[in-house]
């Protein structure tokens, strides 16, 4: 079994590259095409015609703008299709802290909350009560899978090994209490 050294630079040039085409492109796209403030009355009125009720809401301005926004749904894709294949490459390294597992199931749930999610944000397009809330759901449901899927596992590991430290020999574990120890000193 070949050992494989990950040194810092292996992390962070791609990450630069990654988020280098991000900004590239979104500077891009604001320099050149920025979107515009567009505010859409609403067929109520009161008594001296005056409109009761409006939405307002950023709008592309053209073609391009949509052309912006693929380029960068799909550079993203990409990456997150590439993460995947790589985590499942991953799957079978056999590591104390090996997390390749658990970035798969991020991975794999952020794909479905996008696939999910996208069509969901474009039938409720218009109403922006329904796409406001289809979108904070999204953006939690993505969140709280990295979150849990990152820290929970970790938090488990930790417990198993006070528990294994606690009743190794050579501590006395007063009362229960986790995290108070008395060491026996030879004497």
């Given amino acids: 079994m070949q050992r494989i050294k990950v040194t810092v630079k292996d992390v962070i040039v791609p990450f630069l590259i990654l988020l280098g085409l991000n900004t590239i492109i979104l500077t891009c796209w604001t320099a050149i095409s920025p979107l515009k403030w567009e505010r859409v009355y609403t067929d109520a009125r009161d008594d001296f015609d005056r409109e009761l009720n409006s939405n307002g809401m950023c709008a592309l301005n053209s073609n391009k703008d949509i052309a912006y926004a693929v380029l960068l749904l799909i550079i993203n894709l990409a990456v997150l299709l590439l993460a995947n294949i790589q985590a499942y490459q991953a799957r079978s390294i056999a590591v104390e802290y090996s997390e390749s597992q658990y970035i798969a199931i991020i991975n794999a749930s952020i794909l479905q909350a996008g696939i999910i999610g996208g069509p969901l944000l474009v039938i409720a397009g218009d109403d922006p009560t329904a796409f406001v809330l ?9 969140c709280m899978s990295i979150l849990f899927l990152i820290f929970i596992p970790k938090m488990k590991y930790l417990k198993k090994w006070k528990e294994t430290r606690m009743s190794s020999p050579g501590t006395i574990n007063l009362s229960g209490i986790e995290g108070i120890k008395v060491l026996n000193h030879p004497k």
């Fill in 134 to 142: 289809v979108a904070v759901g999204g953006i939690f449901v993505i």
